[in-house]
């Protein structure tokens, strides 16, 4: 066993730690894209905990949102799994699978798009869980409590939305159900609050500047214009056209819905690196969801889901200032 392999290990204690307990059996879903020293990592990890863990590997899925293999779909179902851990190249949150597994009452873990280098000492897997956790729930409070939305960056975001009557989350890497009496999970590397705007309520501009699903660290931006809740125009270059093009292969129009979710970073520990696992959860950032928004407790079903993610937003609610320039109000 090298000495990566064993650092690795030691930091997967900890989202292990947070969402199971000895005893119980783990499905690990991971493909062929994906470091095996992940996966390796995770079984050893499970095992030194009194886990049973059992690993699955597909090819990687063509795009985010995607169902895993059926065979793999079945086994997370099993009655006899308490935990299924997405480790894989592609977003699976947002599946029709995970729709499935929240009305299962399944428990899930987020590790999509993980490298190595995300769990390095000092990174966001090392980040005070329980600090963050804190600082989210007091923003969740002011989204569930609050009506209108607003997020602003000079960049050139201007974007309204209604959230009355959708609740704020805080997502922490510790479990969460997602609806009142279903399954749930949570993420690793994580870190953010966040609430699913009312469908068809969204206008005006959203500018991402850091990074987005399907085409990782931004080398322009991406500009979205949004009328009556949906993308009605992207601009921008190279990225912007895959973006463009992965919507209209999908020939879905509830895929334009935007925004399907509206996010505020909250993990210090955080170095952008162009991988949406651990950018969108970097402190002070925002990320806005495009598509799907069933697993959150929206109405809209959607194919896809993507996100991107806006470095320095200005964030209101009701008038109330969450955030501006890279810095969280509320934790000052």
């Known amino acids: 066993m090298t000495q990566q392999l064993i650092e690795i290990a030691k930091v997967l204690h900890t989202p292990l730690r ?43 899925r063509d795009r985010h949102a995607a169902d895993p293999d059926p065979a793999i779909i079945a086994a997370s179902l099993d009655p006899s799994i308490d ?7 592609t977003a699976m949150a947002h599946a029709p699978f995970n729709e499935a597994m929240v009305e299962a009452g399944k428990k899930f873990l987020l590790m999509e798009e993980l490298t190595p280098a995300m769990l390095a000492p000092n990174g966001p897997a090392w980040a005070d869980y329980g600090a963050i956790n804190k600082l989210g729930q007091k923003i969740a409070k002011v989204f569930t409590e609050g009506d209108s939305c607003t997020v602003k ?13 959708r609740p704020g989350r805080s997502i922490a890497g510790i479990p969460l159900a997602l609806h009142p009496g279903k399954g749930g999970g949570a993420a690793f590397p994580d870190g953010e609050a966040h609430v699913c705007p009312v469908e068809e309520t969204g206008e005006g501009i959203v500018v991402f500047d850091l990074t987005a699903h399907s085409v990782g660290a931004l080398k322009e931006p991406i500009i979205l214009t949004v009328e009556k809740g949906y993308v009605r125009k992207i601009e921008g270059g190279h990225q912007a056209k895959i973006w463009s093009d992965i919507l209209k292969r999908m020939d879905d129009p509830l895929s334009y819905n935007c925004p399907a979710e509206v996010s505020i970073g909250l993990n210090p520990k955080v170095v952008p690196t162009g991988s949406m696992r651990t950018d969108k959860k ?51």
Do not use: F
């Open 83 to 89: 935990l299924v851990i997405y480790l894989t190249s």
């Open 282 to 332: 970097m402190y002070g950032t925002s990320h806005i969801g495009v598509g799907d928004t069933v697993v959150l407790g929206g109405n809209c079903h959607a194919k896809l889901r993507l996100e991107g993610v806006i470095r320095h937003p200005e964030i209101s609610v009701d008038g109330q200032v969450l955030t501006r320039g890279g810095r969280i109000l509320l934790d000052e």
């Open 153 to 165: 960056c000079p960049n050139g975001t201007h974007l309204t939305v209604s959230i009355k009557g």
């Open 18 to 60: 947070l969402n199971s307990k000895a005893g119980e059996k783990i499905l690990i879903m991971t493909d062929t894209q994906m470091d095996p020293l992940l996966w390796q990592g995770l079984t050893i990890a499970a095992n030194s905990l009194g886990m049973h863990p059992v690993v699955t590997i597909m090819p990687a």
